[in-house]
T-cell receptor, first 118, second 109 residues
Framework: GAVVSQHPSRVICKSGTSVKIECRSL??????MFWYRQFPKQSLMLMAT?????????EQGVEKDKFLINHASLTLSTLTVTSAHPEDSSFYIC??????????????FGPGTRLTVL | DAKTTQPTSMDCAEGRAANLPCNHS???????VYWYRQIHSQGPQYIIH???NNETNEMASLIITEDRKSSTLILPHATLRDTAVYYC??????????FGTGTRLQVFP
């Protein structure tokens, strides 16, 4: 149980275009989902937290108009990188926290999406 | 900033126990110690967590010192598939997982 998927796993796009990344909790409901970014040889950095049905909370320094997050259901959150530029190239990882109180309250992570902007 | 200190890298022979230390000298009374690992180009995987008692599950054991200022993650019989970056995270709020640089564990044959 507790599987989180991401789609696509890899994407290459041209500078100036927008890219949407989906994050799904496959076998549980997630009231809260998180988006992280990881540059090569660096650690994960939390970008934003989203709760189903409400606006996402962004970490300091993350542009909310550039990284649009939608959490429309208990099993799906999307991250849209708008007007992507080469410096947005990174490994984007989502995670979900189960709504069921029986879990250890840990976050379950997706496999990540590698974005390359040309 | 991460509130933990971990060695940058460690080696371990396959089949032997891997003991990964973590210092968290400023830990507060309501903060838990979480361990995650990240295999290359994958998302992090939850391993174990604890508050003050030692914990064990099917993946690992977590030993927390009595003063809670440090802990050790133990992989009892390391395999090549355990090669990964291991992150020790201290938090009372699992909404805020602050990942430090972690320990790169290399298991060799």
């Amino acid at each position: 149980g507790a599987v989180v998927s991401q789609h696509p796993s890899r994407v290459i796009c041209k500078s100036g275009t927008s890219v949407k990344i989906e994050c799904r909790s496959l076998d549980f409901q997630a009231t809260t989902m998180f988006w992280y970014r990881q540059f090569p040889k660096q650690s994960l950095m939390l970008m934003a937290t989203s709760n189903e049905g409400s606006k996402a909370t962004y970490e300091q320094g993350v542009e909310k108009d550039k990284f649009l997050i939608n959490h429309a259901s208990l099993t799906l959150s999307t991250l849209t990188v708008t007007s992507a530029h080469p410096e947005d190239s990174s490994f984007y990882i989502c995670s979900a926290r189960a709504a069921w109180i029986g879990w250890n309250n840990e976050q379950f992570f997706g496999p990540g999406t590698r974005l390359t902007v040309l | 900033d991460a509130k933990t200190t971990q060695p940058t890298s460690m080696d371990c022979a396959e089949g032997r126990a891997a003991n990964l230390p973590c210092n968290h000298s400023t830990i507060s009374g309501n903060e838990y110690v979480y361990w995650y690992r990240q295999i290359h180009s994958q998302g992090p995987q939850y391993i174990i967590h604890g508050l003050k008692n030692n914990e064990t599950n099917e993946m690992a054991s977590l030993i927390i010192t009595e003063d809670r200022k440090s802990s050790t993650l133990i992989l009892p019989h390391a395999t090549l598939r355990d090669t990964a970056v291991y992150y020790c995270i201290v938090t009372y709020n699992t909404d805020k997982l602050i990942f430090g640089t972690g320990t790169r564990l290399q298991v060799f044959p």
